[in-house]
């Protein structure tokens, strides 16, 4: 059996070698001068997209894809100073791209969801915002999702198209927000008494501004009490469960200091008028039950 290295024309082998050497120089410089000018005009790129107002995730994120679309198009100059059939190697890429562009159309509505995201800016990282049935504070947002850090440190993980297809609910865009606490006091209690004993209580909860000032207004006269509703006002929105929670734990023991009822639901029946006859059967009944203990 003849071995492999007779059959193989070294002579020539190197002769080619030798010639493709140029090909090779030219694309190795190619790539280095596409690296160079996007060193050079990455940081030009990012001062006018900051100019423009744009968030630096979002700037982040263009980066990478500028950087992406640079050497790309590097790599096909080079290959094509190879002698790769550019032509070729695009079509077959275009049709993997179709392919795998319908099978990831979920994940491809998320990072347009995610651009909508960082154009619109309806919430940022840091905000504590309302999603559907999820509150806490944004940690991250990516291409493909926002993160949200829970009040009990758990994570969620919400997929952009969702987060822009529901109603959201911003609680740090305006500065300081009014929390409202509901309490109920019986219909023998006096509200301006109860006014002024919760005003009192609530201005020297921790986290509660004085400007806007506190307030207490009757908003329903309900089946078993008067329902008074609280307005505090706090300066971060990051406070607003804890000086939630200070605010009812207040008004209760306040209002049981003064000896002002709180009262639980209840019903009160009235009889303005019996017939003789129900008596008589009420009375039969209830010897009959003692007749059966």
Same mark, same amino acid.
Do not use: C
């Given at each position: 059996?003849?071995?492999?290295?007779?059959?193989?024309?070294?002579?020539?082998? @190197? =002769?080619?070698?030798?010639?493709?050497?140029? !090909? &090779?120089?030219?694309?190795?410089?190619?790539?280095?001068? /596409? +690296?160079?000018?996007?060193?050079?005009?990455?940081?030009?790129?990012?001062?006018?997209?900051?100019?423009?107002?744009?968030?630096?995730?979002?700037?982040?994120?263009?980066?990478?894809?500028?950087?992406?679309?640079?050497?790309?198009?590097?790599?096909?100059?080079?290959?094509?100073?190879?002698?790769?059939?550019?032509?070729?190697?695009?079509?077959?890429?275009?049709?993997?791209? @179709? =392919?795998?562009?319908?099978?990831?159309?979920? !994940? &491809?509505?998320?990072?347009?969801?995610?651009?909508?995201? /960082? +154009?619109?800016?309806?919430?940022?990282?840091?905000?504590?915002?309302?999603?559907?049935?999820?509150?806490?504070?944004?940690?991250?947002?990516?291409?493909?999702?926002?993160?949200?850090?829970?009040?009990?440190?758990?994570?969620?993980?919400?997929?952009?198209?969702?987060?822009?297809?529901?109603v959201l609910v911003n609680h740090s865009t305006n500065g300081e927000t009014r929390l409202e606490i509901p309490v109920g006091i019986a219909y023998k209690e006096d509200i301006a008494t109860a006014r002024k004993v919760l005003l009192e209580a609530v201005r020297v909860v921790p986290g509660v501004i004085e400007n806007p000032p506190p307030a207490v207004v009757v908003n329903n006269l309900g089946s078993s009490s008067v329902d008074l509703i609280i307005f505090a006002w706090i300066a971060n929105a990051e406070d607003e469960k804890p000086v939630f929670f200070r605010l009812m734990e207040a008004a209760k023991v306040s209002l049981d200091a003064v000896g002002i009822e709180i009262p639980f639901p209840h019903l009160q029946l009235f009889v303005d008028q019996i017939q003789d006859p129900v008596w008589e059967k009420a009375k039969l009944f209830a010897e009959s039950a003692r007749g059966h203990v």
């Open positions: 059996m003849t071995p492999i290295w007779d059959r193989l024309n070294v002579e020539l082998l @190197l =002769t080619q070698f030798v010639g493709w050497i140029p !090909s &090779l120089i030219a694309a190795v410089l190619i790539l280095f001068a /596409f +690296w160079i000018f996007f060193r050079v005009t990455r940081p030009a790129f990012v001062r006018i997209l900051h100019g423009a107002g744009l968030d630096s995730a979002l700037i982040g994120m263009l980066m990478n894809v500028y950087r992406f679309a640079l050497m790309s198009f590097g790599i096909i100059m080079a290959a094509g100073q190879l002698g790769i059939n550019v032509g070729a190697a695009l079509a077959g890429l275009g049709v993997v791209g @179709l =392919t795998i562009g319908f099978a990831a159309k979920d !994940s &491809l509505s998320n990072v347009m969801a995610g651009f909508l995201i /960082f +154009w619109d800016k309806p919430f940022h990282v840091g905000d504590w915002v309302t999603l559907g049935d999820h509150y806490g504070k944004v940690a991250e947002i990516t291409m493909r999702t926002t993160r949200m850090r829970t009040r009990n440190n758990t994570w969620v993980i919400l997929p952009n198209e969702s987060v822009i297809n529901q």
